[in-house]
């Protein structure tokens, strides 16, 4: 049993931010030659299609919750009447 729902966005978000801090890591060891301007764009647009990721995310919960519900609440509604017989 999962312990908390899965979210994709969050996932992008932290690979995309494992990305550059590996970037980053590499260049400051001297291993790798980034440029500093490159991590930038990487991080922002990485950010933004987690974002996108997540929103989309959100709409096939929400949609698919909603269809649930209506299939659960066909059936006509409990009364609060009581105990009185239907005449």
């Known amino acids: 049993m999962l312990r908390h729902e899965f979210q994709p966005g969050k996932l992008v978000a932290g690979a995309v931010l494992l990305t ?9 060891t001297g291993e790798w030659q980034v440029p500093w301007f490159l991590l930038i764009p ?4 990485g950010l933004f299609l987690a974002a996108v990721v997540a929103a989309v995310t959100y709409g096939i919960r929400r949609r698919r919750s909603r269809s649930r519900a209506s299939r659960e609440n066909v059936g006509a509604p409990a009364s609060s009447s ?5 005449r």
Not at 20 to 28: E, P, Q
Not at 82 to 86: F, H, N, R, V
């Open 82 to 86: 009581g105990s009185q017989a239907i």
């Open 42 to 45: 990487l991080v922002c647009g």
């Open 20 to 28: 550059a801090g590996v970037a980053y890591a590499g260049d400051a």
